[in-house]
């Protein structure tokens, strides 16, 4: 009797799986490409699509708008990526302890991560509304500071800060706190054994056996950051000025309020290759190793 | 467990408020009725046209008018015709990029959209819009008697093409208006201090000089009264702050048409909005946020109207549609019964012969119309819609809750006129300085020139450039943004 080939097996169970994701990422992906090399503007005297090549890109490098906005967005990825990195990593170790209440805070401390970044946004604008949000009014009342998010460049970037690091700490905790959950117990205690102190024992032991997950959490922190639009669009809506815009909130106007459709699609492309060399540069940076290299 | 007389006045509680449900459910449904026109005419219109059971999807900005066509005009004509009206009523920016997306991707997910006078243009251009009187006057069915183009104010001009054909029937049209304070404006004691300070009387002002003056004293009048001396429309990041210059300010000071000429617009080549003119009123109106509370630099049309209600504002450009509920809703505002308007202050004085001759005008005359996408698959049943909310017996109580007015007819109604009372004249004000104002200039690129000069004016206001510099550049940026759309 003829066995039947496990392979042709295999395939037929995840062929759906491929389907669905042939129409919902592959196709929409091949088409962003395909409509980069395009000028499509709806509003342009000459109507529908305009082959150009790579005049897209080529317009792309020398604009000052587009590089700005990027600019921005790497520098607020930076800045709330090391500080989440750094809470998180704190917060972690924190709760690797037991304390009165340790289930009742960690249930709460989660919360904001199950909350849509517009509702977040949404609520961030309500607190620091002026006239009637509390953040303002009492910073005044009890300092006599004036905390206006649509005024002050500043205190617009302190507020979107926060607000990042308010809302995603929790998931660098949670995945920081699984890592140091799995870390074996055994050489930890020879370490202690050996009368290795506390910071050699995080230099040579936990930190170096955590750095898997620190790189997971380190790529889908700057991954999101670098995306980040509708709480920020919520919050300051790029302002005050331009200095909150940063490249999501860019391509969502060049796309959605110009509708400059062909624009719009290859800054996307150009966002991903960034996307791609930024994680494949904190990579090797953070394994000190070539890209080769396996953790 | 529940005892038995537990269970029964759970029981008893349960039927109660299973009546209390239906005898809401049957007094909102009679409320709903309460927009009711020609509605025998429509119902048989409805099974002629095999609409009824049909359903139709619209969107439109969630504005005082918008919502009224939401609460009362679709409840009576589903009551009426036995179809069912799905209307999103969302935020300005949010309703133009799907009403766009739609029509340009020809998906016919909408059966109508919301027109606002200044982008009619580029749908006309684009043909994302059905013929409206033309399909009325082929299909005989579809002509409700209750339904005339021509009761419509001359604002219906601005859907149509140029073979007088109509793709949009007018919902909104109102002016963006000078409020300010009666009760502080005609208060002996502040009348006296101001006549004090500026040697002249608190009345309204006529020109920059003198709103700046009232901006100023009332600001400092109002310190620890949470009270200033004006609105702004200054958010940064959102157009509305681009609107409020090109289409309320620039052109008090003799600047129209946001200053474009011929496709062009810095000076050099024939423009204007790099001009004097242009600058002078830009920096007036960014020194106003000095008398301005601290939300105005995140303040759209809608928050403009909500500062005003709430009182922390002696006088300001706002939006006519939020007049209304300003001066009567007490729910909403502090300041009912407190509400006069008047005519912008000019920056030039030529402007008011400019306006009175139609050369120029002197402020925004801002309205839409709902207009049928070509791509709609239901396009009689939404033009059976249309009719609808476009019959003259329909208007009054919209116009009370909206004020709003597309009609002649709709002035001389009682329950207008009575409003008119209520706001200190701002529907007669409409009627007759109407014609001082108009609407947006018919730019085909009107968007796309928006969203290039609109960075240049967020930066100003949030002060990283002068306003001098923001023009400049926006002017500059205005040209090439032409040329490369091929205008």
């Given at each position: 009797?003829?066995?039947?080939?496990?392979?042709?097996?295999?395939?037929?169970?995840?062929?759906?799986?491929?389907?669905?994701?042939?129409?919902?990422?592959?196709?929409?992906?091949?088409?962003?490409?395909?409509?980069?090399?395009?000028?499509?503007?709806?509003?342009?005297?000459?109507?529908?699509?305009?082959?150009?090549?790579?005049?897209?890109?080529?317009?792309?490098?020398?604009?000052?708008?587009?590089?700005?906005?990027?600019?921005?967005?790497?520098?607020?990825?930076?800045?709330?990526?090391?500080?989440?990195?750094?809470?998180?990593?704190?917060?972690?170790?924190?709760?690797?302890?037991?304390?009165?209440?340790?289930?009742?805070?960690?249930?709460?401390?989660?919360?904001?991560?199950?909350?849509?970044?517009?509702?977040?946004?949404?609520?961030?604008?309500?607190?620091?509304?002026?006239?009637?949000?509390?953040?303002?009014?009492?910073?005044?009342?009890?300092?006599?500071?004036?905390?206006?998010?649509?005024?002050?460049?500043?205190?617009?970037?302190?507020?979107?800060?926060?607000?990042?690091?308010?809302?995603?700490?929790?998931?660098?905790?949670?995945?920081?706190?699984?890592?140091?959950?799995?870390?074996?117990?055994?050489?930890?205690?020879?370490?202690?054994?050996?009368?290795?102190?506390?910071?050699?024992?995080?230099?040579?032991?936990?930190?170096?056996?955590?750095?898997?997950?620190?790189?997971?959490?380190?790529?889908?922190?700057?991954?999101?950051?670098?995306?980040?639009?509708?709480?920020?669009?919520?919050?300051?809506?790029?302002?005050?000025?331009?200095?909150?815009?940063?490249?999501?909130?860019?391509?969502?106007?060049?796309?959605?309020?110009?509708?400059?459709?062909?624009?719009?699609?290859?800054?996307?492309?150009?966002?991903?290759?960034?996307?791609?060399?930024?994680?494949?540069?904190?990579?090797?940076?953070?394994?000190?190793?070539?890209?080769?290299?396996?953790? | 467990?529940?005892?038995?007389?537990?269970?029964?006045?759970?029981?008893?509680?349960?039927?109660?408020?299973?009546?209390?449900?239906?005898?809401?459910?049957?007094?909102?449904?009679?409320?709903?009725?309460?927009?009711?026109?020609?509605?025998?005419?429509?119902?048989?219109?409805?099974?002629?046209?095999?609409?009824?059971?049909?359903?139709?999807?619209?969107?439109?900005?969630?504005?005082?008018?918008?919502?009224?066509?939401?609460?009362?005009i679709i409840p009576a004509f589903e009551k009426a015709t036995g179809m069912k009206v799905d209307l999103e009523t969302t935020s300005w920016d949010e309703m133009y990029s799907k009403a766009i997306n739609d029509m340009e991707a020809k998906?016919?997910?909408?059966?109508?959209?919301?027109?606002?006078?200044?982008?009619?243009?580029?749908?006309?251009?684009?043909?994302?819009?059905?013929?409206?009187?033309?399909?009325?006057?082929?299909?005989?069915?579809?002509?409700?008697?209750?339904?005339?183009?021509?009761?419509?104010?001359?604002?219906?001009?601005?859907?149509?093409?140029?073979?007088?054909?109509?793709?949009?029937?007018?919902?909104?049209?109102?002016?963006?208006?000078?409020?300010?304070?009666?009760?502080?404006?005609?208060?002996?004691?502040?009348?006296?201090?101001?006549?004090?300070?500026?040697?002249?009387?608190?009345?309204?002002?006529?020109?920059?000089?003198?709103?700046?003056?009232?901006?100023?004293?009332?600001?400092?009048?109002?310190?620890?009264?949470?009270?200033?001396?004006?609105?702004?429309?200054?958010?940064?990041?959102?157009?509305?702050?681009?609107?409020?210059?090109?289409?309320?300010?620039?052109?008090?000071?003799?600047?129209?048409?946001?200053?474009?000429?011929?496709?062009?617009?810095?000076?050099?080549?024939?423009?204007?909005?790099?001009?004097?003119?242009?600058?002078?009123?830009?920096?007036?109106?960014?020194?106003?946020?000095?008398?301005?509370?601290?939300?105005?630099?995140?303040?759209?049309?809608?928050?403009?109207?909500?500062?005003?209600?709430?009182?922390?504002?002696?006088?300001?450009?706002?939006?006519?549609?939020?007049?209304?509920?300003?001066?009567?809703?007490?729910?909403?505002?502090?300041?009912?019964?407190?509400?006069?308007?008047?005519?912008?202050?000019?920056?030039?004085?030529?402007?008011?012969?400019?306006?009175?001759?139609?050369?120029?005008?002197?402020?925004?005359?801002?309205?839409?119309?709902?207009?049928?996408?070509?791509?709609?698959?239901?396009?009689?049943?939404?033009?059976?819609?249309?009719?609808?909310?476009?019959?003259?017996?329909?208007?009054?109580?919209?116009?009370?809750?909206?004020?709003?007015?597309?009609?002649?007819?709709?002035?001389?109604?009682?329950?207008?006129?009575?409003?008119?009372?209520?706001?200190?004249?701002?529907?007669?004000?409409?009627?007759?300085?109407?014609?001082?104002?108009?609407?947006?200039?018919?730019?085909?690129?009107?968007?796309?020139?928006?969203?290039?000069?609109?960075?240049?004016?967020?930066?100003?206001?949030?002060?990283?450039?002068?306003?001098?510099?923001?023009?400049?550049?926006?002017?500059?940026?205005?040209?090439?943004?032409?040329?490369?759309?091929?205008?």
């Amino acid at each position: 009797m003829k066995k039947s080939n496990p392979n042709r097996l295999g395939w037929i169970l995840i062929s759906p799986s491929l389907l669905i994701l042939g129409i919902a990422g592959l196709f929409p992906f091949f088409y962003v490409i395909y409509v980069g090399t395009h000028s499509w503007n709806v509003f342009s005297k000459e109507r529908g699509k305009v082959f150009v090549g790579i005049q897209n890109y080529r317009d792309l490098v020398f604009d000052n708008v587009f590089l700005g906005t990027l600019s921005r967005t790497l520098i607020f990825s930076f800045l709330v990526v090391t500080i989440e990195l750094i809470l998180g990593f704190i917060l972690a170790l924190s709760l690797m302890r037991d304390f009165k209440g340790k289930t009742f805070f960690r249930t709460i401390y989660v919360l904001p991560v199950v909350v849509a970044p517009i509702a977040v946004g949404a609520t961030w604008r309500l607190m620091m509304a002026q006239g009637h949000g509390p953040i303002p009014y009492f910073l005044n009342k009890f300092f006599g500071w004036e905390f206006n998010t649509g005024a002050s460049t500043t205190q617009a970037w302190i507020a979107i800060v926060l607000m990042d690091v308010w809302h995603w700490t929790p998931f660098v905790t949670l995945t920081l706190l699984a890592g140091l959950l799995a870390i074996p117990k055994e050489p930890i205690e020879a370490a202690s054994v050996d009368g290795a102190n506390r910071v050699q024992m995080y230099r040579y032991l936990i930190l170096p056996m955590l750095l898997p997950v620190i790189l997971i959490t380190v790529f889908i922190r700057v991954m999101d950051s670098l995306r980040s639009m509708e709480d920020v669009y919520m919050l300051t809506n790029g302002g005050p000025g331009s200095s909150t815009t940063f490249v999501g909130l860019h391509i969502f106007r060049t796309v959605f309020a110009k509708q400059e459709y062909g624009y719009g699609s290859s800054m996307s492309l150009m966002v991903l290759y960034f996307t791609i060399v930024i994680c494949w540069l904190l990579f090797n940076a953070l394994t000190g190793k070539n890209s080769k290299s396996k953790i | 467990m529940l005892n038995i007389r537990n269970r029964r006045s759970l029981a008893l509680a349960s039927v109660i408020s299973s009546l209390a449900l239906v005898l809401s459910a049957c007094s909102s449904s009679s409320d709903s009725g309460s927009a009711s026109g020609d509605d025998a005419w429509f119902a048989t219109a409805a099974d002629k046209l095999e609409c009824k059971g049909k359903t139709i999807k619209g969107v439109t900005e969630n504005t005082p008018p918008g919502q009224y066509v939401k609460s009362d005009i679709i409840p009576a004509f589903e009551k009426a015709t036995g179809m069912k009206v799905d209307l999103e009523t969302t935020s300005w920016d949010e309703m133009y990029s799907k009403a766009i997306n739609d029509m340009e991707a020809k998906t016919g997910i909408y059966d109508f959209v919301y027109i606002e006078q200044d982008i009619i243009y580029q749908y006309l251009k684009n043909n994302y819009l059905a013929n409206i009187s033309k399909t009325i006057a082929d299909n005989a069915d579809l002509k409700a008697p209750s339904f005339d183009f021509t009761k419509f104010t001359s604002f219906i001009d601005n859907f149509k093409d140029a073979n007088g054909d109509v793709f949009g029937v007018p919902m909104e049209a109102f002016v963006k208006v000078y409020l300010y304070r009666t009760d502080l404006f005609n208060d002996p004691a502040i009348k006296d201090s101001f006549k004090a300070k500026y040697k002249r009387d608190l009345v309204p002002a006529t020109n920059y000089k003198e709103y700046k003056e009232i901006a100023d004293f009332f600001t400092e009048y109002g310190k620890g009264k949470d009270l200033w001396g004006t609105t702004v429309q200054a958010v940064t990041g959102h157009p509305a702050s681009f609107y409020e210059l090109f289409e309320s300010i620039l052109p008090t000071n003799g600047v129209y048409n946001w200053g474009i000429n011929n496709g062009k617009a810095t000076s050099a080549n024939g423009g204007s909005m790099d001009s004097k003119a242009a600058k002078d009123a830009f920096a007036f109106w960014v020194g106003l946020l000095k008398d301005a509370p601290p939300e105005s630099k995140q303040s759209t049309w809608t928050e403009v109207g909500t500062t005003f209600a709430a009182g922390r504002a002696a006088q300001g450009w706002v939006y006519g549609e939020n007049v209304a509920w300003i001066a009567t809703d007490e729910a909403k505002s502090k300041v009912v019964g407190k509400v006069g308007v008047a005519l912008p202050p000019l920056g030039n004085p030529k402007v008011l012969d400019d306006s009175k001759s139609g050369k120029g005008y002197l402020g925004y005359y801002d309205g839409g119309a709902f207009g049928v996408p070509a791509t709609s698959k239901n396009i009689n049943c939404s033009i059976l819609f249309q009719e609808y909310q476009g019959q003259e017996s329909v208007q009054a109580k919209w116009a009370a809750a909206g004020s709003r007015i597309v009609m002649e007819s709709t002035y001389d109604d009682p329950i207008v006129q009575e409003m008119d009372t209520k706001t200190n004249g701002y529907y007669t004000f409409m009627k007759e300085e109407g014609p001082l104002f108009r609407g947006a200039p018919p730019y085909p690129f009107h968007t796309a020139v928006r969203e290039v000069v609109a960075p240049f004016i967020y930066d100003a206001i949030a002060g990283k450039i002068s306003t001098s510099d923001a023009l400049d550049k926006a002017a500059k940026a205005a040209d090439a943004e032409m040329k490369k759309l091929g205008y």
